[in-house]
């Protein structure tokens, strides 16, 4: 089963940067999408980023930011495009939360897409 693996995460002083990246655990035939998601104590989990790859009918490469996220996150690829990576600056106190990567995600040709979450990983924003 096909599983996403998350690295970075932990904890940053209120301005700094961190950086989350996410890959999956085998080869994949297609992705529509990849992103991160976030969840707080008692909250709903939000979208932070998606980020459209081949299999999608937007515009590849085309980005989708949360609001509270715009011009301080950025989502980026490798050229393999099974690995993205979440650069997070000017991070703030309300930015602390458990991310999740997800993506939509075809294993086997001319099977459906199936959507998959990473294990999650918390960010600490706090002096």
């Known amino acids: 089963q096909v599983q996403l693996v998350e690295s970075g995460g932990g904890l940053v002083q209120p301005g700094g940067s961190l950086r989350l990246s996410c890959a999956a655990s085998q080869t994949i035939y297609s992705i529509k999408t990849m992103g991160w998601y976030r969840q707080a104590p008692g909250k709903e989990r939000e979208l932070v980023v998606a980020i459209f790859i081949d299999g999608s009918t937007s515009s590849a490469g085309s980005t989708d930011y949360a609001d509270s996220v715009k011009g301080r996150f950025t989502i980026f690829r490798d050229n393999d495009k099974k690995r993205v990576h979440l650069q997070m600056n000017s991070l703030k106190p309300e930015d602390t939360e458990v991310y999740y990567c997800?993506?939509?995600?075809?294993?086997?040709?001319?099977?459906?897409?199936?959507?998959?979450w990473g294990q999650g990983t918390l960010v600490t924003v706090s002096s």
């Open positions: 997800n993506a939509v995600m075809m294993t086997i040709p001319f099977d459906r897409y199936v959507e998959h």
